[in-house]
């Protein structure tokens, strides 16, 4: 359950979408995203006031209104009722915090400052999503075809972690970029003797 209309209440709508809960959303002016997520019934959106009965039946509450009484009013709901509460930017009121995250692909990145600071972990998050962009997605895929590979050629784990990092660090995410499969190729080919490639260089 997340209640809240706003764009925090939407990106953890989408948060928890991504973990594989069921979601409602409560709220009585929801924005575009939470719309948008309605419409595509990925959600079950209810457009109205929060009301205790909502935690009825509910695992885990999200309070991430503007309106400080209708959060600690959801705090001491779920106290009540036993469910796992976390009230956005109030980690006294919660009963666990939420990491910020990055997701590229199968990548997460997370940051938290245990409940102390928020704020902190969500300007971390802007830095490193620009830090760490889309591509990062396809070095994922790359990496764990490459895996696959090694493993089966018999490779250790020390060789394995040798050689993905000389390729890290030597620009690979650069190449994955630019979209060149075949410059892409000729950069692995030497760094990578007696691997055979196949289609792990098209992430």
């Known amino acids: 359950m997340v209640i809240g209309g706003g764009e925090v209440a939407s990106r953890k709508a989408e948060d ?13 002016q929801p924005c575009a995203g939470i719309g948008a997520l ?8 209810h457009l109205r006031p929060y009301q205790a009965s909502d935690l009825a039946g509910v695992f885990v509450a999200v309070a991430a209104t503007d309106d400080e009484a209708v959060n600690a009013r959801v705090a001491a709901d779920a ?7 976390n009230v956005v930017d109030r980690p006294a009121l919660c009963t666990f915090t939420v990491p910020a995250t990055v997701r590229r692909g199968d990548l997460t990145l997370a940051i938290a400052t245990e409940g102390r600071c928020p704020s902190l972990s969500g300007i ?3 830095e490193l999503e620009k830090q760490y962009g889309p591509d990062y997605a396809g070095l994922v895929s790359l990496f ?12 250790t784990g020390p060789r394995i972690r040798e050689a993905l990092t000389g390729i890290y660090r030597e620009g690979v995410v650069e190449l994955i970029a630019a979209g060149d499969r075949e410059r892409l190729d000729d950069f692995l080919r030497p760094r990578l003797q007696g691997l055979d490639l196949g289609g792990a260089s098209r992430p």
């Open 16 to 28: 928890l979408l991504a973990a594989g809960a069921n979601v409602t959303v409560v709220a009585p």
């Open 79 to 85: 106290a009540a009722a036993r469910v796992l509460v």
């Open 124 to 126: 971390l998050r802007e």
């Open 144 to 155: 764990g075809e490459l895996r696959q590979k090694m493993v089966a050629l018999g490779w």
């Open 38 to 45: 309605a419409e595509r019934k990925l959600i079950e959106a």
